[in-house]
């Protein structure tokens, strides 16, 4: 091959090699002492030629050496370290350098195969983010809840907008819209602004209605304070979109506190949605968008 300029495009780094830097210096020395001067190996003039060629080369080994250093699959030793934050990952103790590049393999297959679920843990790891939850619509017309064709609709229980729309601009895939009543416009690396909508989760507050009869040595205050913070707690740890399985809410009254579970007998639960003029004692639905709530004031007891 004939000496080049090296140069760096998309595919990397380019660099003639020792035996381009020869054959180049030696024409150049032919062009200026003429064609008929002697190049052969043992003539001092060649050998010089081979010493600067030698030099070249050994700068070039050098800048390749560094260009490596910023790619983790040539990387190695503490040159790979530095770059591990990028990828959230850290060198366990021994650990070699194979190893590292392998576990960065597959935190990058991850990335590529799995852009809902990049953003889901991103998301997680922001400040005051409780809850998140992901709806796609792959298909070619709005589904039941209203999402459009092909588009993302994450619902965001607290955190910051302009954080969360941050994250699904920088890990969702191209051709994918971010769908939502909620639109913030997110500035990338080159300047461009583009818009990220998402939606906020609405709290929907629930009362639960507990008829109780006290048995004998039953306390009723005591009992009031067990079941009170279980059932209120099993309510609010429930996820966004989750409905609320009412017949479940007797075991975690009951296992509030066993000490007393057998001075109280629950003959009925009943729950109502805030503003609603029915209750339920079977399922409590919860809308795509929603998360049901309680609080002590809404947890009702009623004695028989």
């Known amino acids: 091959m004939a000496y080049f300029t090296p140069y760096l495009d998309d595919t990397g780094i380019h660099m003639p090699t020792y035996e381009d830097r020869l054959a180049d210096l030696s024409e150049t020395y032919r062009s200026i002492f003429g064609n008929e001067a002697e190049l052969s190996s043992p003539v001092p003039d060649y050998q010089l030629l081979s010493v600067f060629s030698k030099a070249l080369d050994d700068a070039s080994a050098l800048v390749l050496q560094a260009c490596n250093a910023r790619n983790p699959m040539y990387a190695a030793g503490a040159y790979l370290d530095a770059l591990l934050p990028q990828y959230g990952l850290t060198r366990g103790e021994g650990e070699s350098d194979a190893s590292l590049r392998a576990r960065i393999r597959q ?7 799995d852009p809902v679920g990049n953003i889901l843990r991103a998301a997680r790891e922001l400040e005051s983010v409780w809850r998140v939850k992901t709806f796609v619509n792959d298909t070619d017309a ?3 809840n209203g999402i459009p064709p092909h588009s993302l609709a994450f619902v965001l229980d607290g955190g910051n907008i302009e954080n969360f729309a ?4 920088e890990n969702k895939a191209p051709g994918i819209a971010a ?6 416009d997110v500035t990338d690396a080159q300047g461009n602004t583009h818009p990220v909508s998402f939606t906020r989760c609405e709290s929907v507050f629930v009362f639960v209605y507990i008829m109780l009869r006290v048995l004998e040595g039953g306390d009723r205050e005591a009992i009031e304070a067990a079941i009170t913070p279980a059932i209120r707690d099993y309510i609010n740890e429930s996820g ?3 409905p ?3 017949p479940l809410i007797y ?3 009951y296992s509030s506190n066993p000490d007393i579970a057998n001075t109280y007998f629950i003959q009925d639960v009943q729950v109502a949605v805030a503003g609603a003029q029915t209750v339920d004692r079977i399922l409590v639905p919860c809308a795509w968008n929603e998360k049901l709530v309680a609080v002590n004031g809404s947890i009702l007891f009623f004695y028989s």
Do not use: Y
Not at 166 to 169: E, K, P, T
Not at 179 to 184: A, C, I
């Open 107 to 113: 935190r990058l297959q991850a990335s590529c195969s």
């Open 142 to 144: 709005a589904d039941s």
């Open 166 to 169: 941050r994250v699904i601009q």
């Open 179 to 184: 769908w939502g009543s909620t639109t913030v």
């Open 240 to 242: 966004i979109n989750e």
């Open 244 to 246: 609320l399985n009412v």
């Open 251 to 253: 075991g975690a009254a």
